[in-house]
């Protein structure tokens, strides 16, 4: 596992988006497995004002989505759909056919994940896996378990999760209990994973899935055993890091 740590959320966001762009650069037709939350906030910007320059292109790139809360309309504020919209695929000359997440407008679990499932495996499989991770070191919505998931999923969010994205919505109540999710067996499949987190409520997350044991206690944790892993943590997310 590589550790790059930066001394503020700016240089993060500018170094992680420079090892996508030079990911684009180098193989321009390969499929993105992208986040949501504010960590990819800022990469997203650089992204696009890449772009804006002339320097990326996205004609050929595909893309697939982590998760999507279940039962929430595609048009919600909120939704990851609007999120990926507004932060990134909206702003960039990629192929709308080309950008995927789960719908969750489907109300049928089994329908739902079985269709992600079918998508992620025609892409061929995902080059380059962005993730954030949860203040319970979740990675997609993959909460801590006794097991690790492997395929796509429908989850129940943990309290921690339901608060941690309290922010995102007028109240707790209001944020949606259920989730689809890639697995954690479908996110290690991907050939090159680069985590971002930023924070001091990442801290012990990030020091769990670094120097804890595997567990899927720790979600995150398994990427110790990825072959190609990069976790990039601004000062106070990797406040506790040897
Ligand atoms: C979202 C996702 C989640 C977030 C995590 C951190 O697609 O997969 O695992 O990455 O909850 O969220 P933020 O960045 O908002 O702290």
Do not use: W
């Not at 930066?6 to 993060?12: P, R, W």
């Not at 990819?40 to 992204?47: I, N, S």
């Not at 919600?76 to 969750?104: C, R, V």
């Not at 690790?148 to 921690?160: A, G, M, Q």
């Amino acid at each position: 596992m590589r550790i790059i740590k930066t001394a503020t959320y700016e240089e993060m966001s500018q170094r992680a988006a420079h090892i996508v762009a030079a990911h684009i650069t180098l193989n321009p037709a390969c499929v993105l497995g992208l986040a949501t939350g504010s960590t990819p906030e800022g990469l997203y910007a650089e992204l696009v004002r890449l772009h804006r320059l002339g320097d990326l292109d996205f004609r050929q790139v595909k893309t697939v989505n982590l998760d999507e809360y279940r039962h929430l309309p595609r048009n919600h504020p909120e939704s990851y759909y609007t999120f990926m919209q507004k932060h990134l695929l909206s702003k960039i000359n990629i192929d709308p056919a080309n950008t995927h997440l789960p719908n969750g407008e489907l109300a049928d679990a089994q329908v739902a994940c079985t269709e992600y499932e079918t998508i992620l495996r025609s892409t061929g499989g995902v080059d380059l896996q962005l993730l954030g991770i949860g203040r319970n070191g979740h990675i997609g919505f993959n909460e801590p378990d006794s097991v690790f998931p492997k395929d796509t999923h429908c989850v129940r969010l943990s309290e921690s999760t339901i608060e941690a994205n309290a922010r995102f919505f007028s109240s707790a109540d209001e944020v949606p209990r259920e989730a689809y999710t890639m697995g954690v067996g479908t996110i290690m499949r991907a050939q090159r994973i680069l985590l971002v987190a930023s924070g001091k409520s990442k801290a012990e997350a990030v020091f769990q899935t670094v120097c804890g044991p595997v567990t899927p206690e720790v979600p995150a944790s398994i990427l110790q055993f990825h072959h190609d892993a990069t976790i990039i943590c601004d000062e106070e997310a990797g406040a506790l890091l040897p």
